[in-house]
């Protein structure tokens, strides 16, 4: 890969001089879903597929942004000066907001660039691809001005500031926390709440992830994504004039269930009880795989898909086709949807010996029902961003 995004930035750019060469993952989400922005836990893990990037410092104040998955958009430019997002700019909003959020915390960047990216991450697929450009713009920002005090942590942060305030989705902190602090063969038990982690190996005893792409495409952006947000935001503040808490993590399912009658309304009940069990299923499923009992975390996927199904509304007939088939296949431990939801994919537990069979029958009976075909992609989890 290397070689190949060399080449083609001497191509676009006119020479390779002064470049190098950088990676970051994309991921996915085990379990934990939309509890993010709830303070409650997440389960997720960066994949070895990503996004690649060379890119070198201007000596002017230009950006020139070009990307292997988008030839026909060209090299496209603008300015470290004025910088504001806008339609035509595409996707170079996202390494443009990077740079904009690091400006915004204080930290200096003196000149433009030329960037050149080619990812692998199948685009708009929940795998978190604009994450992925998110933390490596970042990652190679702090490379070339030498800030040594952004952690990766903060690398997170900002990017999950640009994508709130430059791109206007207000996403959690989950996608961009596990592409930066990706490791190997781990997932990362985190509690958004206060960013508190530990790493928990993948020890799938004679199974591995297989994710299944929807190809329906998804934009956070166009999604009820903000909706489902601000739905619990609402019930929180319902039950915080009955129970002291900071956030629907705080609260046991019995405690749910004690105060769930403060929310003043179906909806909202059904939004906050998903955000509740879910956090408490992701504790439970951490537990299950620390103690080698993959069948339990397989069963509780399946809760977590049900749950995003009925309570959270959230799937779509093109996710739970993918889910509902894979339930049928002998040699799954566990499906569900992943990410954000609305299209993208699912993630599957799948015994090895399983796996041809998965994708012969899943692929042909969620084709026959959608009308398009699936994608399926056997997944490692890898680390986090890094040179080349
Ligand atoms: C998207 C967001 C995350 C998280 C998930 C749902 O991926 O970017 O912050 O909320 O959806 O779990």
Same mark, same amino acid.
């Given at each position: 890969?290397?070689?190949?995004?060399?080449?083609k930035?001497?191509?676009?750019?006119?020479?390779t001089?002064?470049?190098?060469?950088?990676?970051?993952?994309?991921?996915?989400?085990?379990?934990?879903?939309?509890?993010?922005?709830?303070?409650?836990?997440?389960?997720?893990?960066?994949?070895?597929?990503?996004? !690649? *990037?060379?890119?070198r410092?201007?000596?002017? &104040?230009?950006?020139?942004?070009? =990307?292997?998955?988008f030839?026909? $958009? #060209?090299?496209?430019?603008?300015?470290?000066?004025?910088?504001?997002?806008?339609?035509?700019?595409?996707?170079?909003?996202?390494?443009?907001g990077?740079?904009?959020?690091?400006?915004?915390?204080?930290?200096?960047?003196?000149?433009?660039?030329?960037?050149?990216?080619?990812?692998?991450?199948?685009?708009?697929?929940?795998?978190?691809?604009?994450?992925?450009?998110?933390?490596?713009?970042?990652?190679?920002?702090?490379?070339?001005f030498g800030?040594k005090?952004?952690?990766?942590?903060?690398l997170?942060?900002?990017?999950?500031?640009?994508?709130?305030?430059?791109?206007?989705?207000?996403?959690?902190?989950?996608?961009?926390?596990?592409?930066?602090?990706?490791?190997?063969?781990?997932?990362?038990?985190?509690?958004?709440?206060?960013?508190?982690?530990? !790493? *928990?190996?993948?020890?799938?005893?004679?199974? &591995?992830?297989?994710?299944?792409? =929807?190809?329906?495409?998804?934009? $956070? #952006?166009?999604?009820?994504y903000?909706?489902?947000?601000?739905?619990?935001?609402?019930?929180?503040?319902?039950?915080?004039?009955v129970?002291?808490?900071k956030?629907?993590?705080d609260?046991?399912?019995?405690?749910?269930?004690?105060?769930?009658?403060?929310?003043?309304?179906?909806?909202?009940?059904?939004?906050?009880r998903?955000?509740?069990?879910?956090?408490?299923?992701?504790?439970?499923?951490?537990?299950?795989?620390?103690?080698?009992?993959?069948?339990?975390?397989?069963?509780?996927?399946n809760?977590?898909?049900?749950?995003?199904?009925?309570?959270?509304?959230?799937?779509?007939?093109?996710?739970?086709?993918?889910?509902?088939?894979?339930?049928?296949?002998?040699?799954?431990?566990?499906?569900r949807?992943?990410?954000?939801?609305?299209?993208?994919?699912?993630?599957?537990?799948?015994?090895?010996?399983?796996?041809?069979?998965?994708?012969?029958?899943?692929?042909?009976a969620?084709?026959?029902?959608?009308?398009?075909?699936?994608?399926f992609?056997?997944v490692?989890?890898?680390?986090?961003?890094?040179?080349?």
């Amino acid at each position: 890969m290397k070689e190949i995004i060399l080449q083609k930035f001497a191509e676009v750019f006119g020479d390779t001089e002064g470049v190098d060469t950088y990676f970051a993952p994309g991921r996915v989400n085990l379990i934990g879903e939309h509890t993010d922005y709830n303070g409650g836990h997440v389960f997720p893990c960066a994949l070895t597929i990503g996004t !690649y *990037a060379a890119a070198r410092k201007r000596n002017d &104040k230009k950006l020139r942004f070009y =990307s292997m998955n988008f030839e026909q $958009l #060209g090299v496209i430019e603008s300015s470290i000066e004025n910088i504001k997002p806008e339609k035509e700019a595409d996707w170079t909003n996202y390494p443009k907001g990077m740079i904009w959020a690091f400006m915004e915390k204080g930290y200096e960047i003196p000149c433009g660039m030329d960037l050149l990216l080619n990812g692998n991450i199948p685009n708009g697929s929940g795998l978190s691809s604009s994450a992925s450009v998110e933390v490596l713009t970042g990652y190679i920002l702090r490379e070339f001005f030498g800030l040594k005090q952004v952690t990766n942590t903060d690398l997170a942060l900002i990017g999950q500031f640009s994508e709130n305030k430059f791109n206007g989705v207000n996403c959690g902190i989950m996608d961009q926390f596990a592409i930066a602090m990706g490791k190997k063969d781990n997932a990362i038990f985190l509690d958004t709440a206060d960013l508190s982690f530990e !790493y *928990a190996p993948i020890k799938l005893e004679g199974a &591995k992830m297989v994710i299944s792409c =929807s190809n329906k495409k998804r934009g $956070l #952006g166009d999604s009820k994504y903000n909706e489902r947000r601000s739905e619990c935001e609402t019930a929180l503040a319902e039950l915080q004039k009955v129970v002291d808490i900071k956030g629907l993590g705080d609260l046991t399912e019995e405690a749910f269930e004690e105060h769930k009658s403060a929310i003043r309304d179906d909806v909202r009940i059904r939004r906050a009880r998903h955000a509740v069990y879910e956090n408490q299923r992701t504790i439970k499923a951490v537990e299950a795989l620390k103690n080698n009992d993959v069948t339990l975390f397989g069963k509780l996927m399946n809760d977590s898909h049900v749950s995003l199904r009925d309570d959270y509304e959230v799937t779509g007939i093109e996710l739970d086709t993918l889910v509902e088939e894979a339930w049928k296949v002998d040699g799954v431990i566990g499906s569900r949807m992943t990410g954000a939801g609305f299209g993208g994919c699912t993630v599957s537990i799948v015994k090895d010996e399983a796996i041809d069979n998965f994708i012969a029958k899943v692929g042909p009976a969620y084709e026959q029902k959608i009308g398009y075909a699936a994608d399926f992609y056997v997944v490692e989890v890898g680390d986090g961003p890094k040179n080349l």
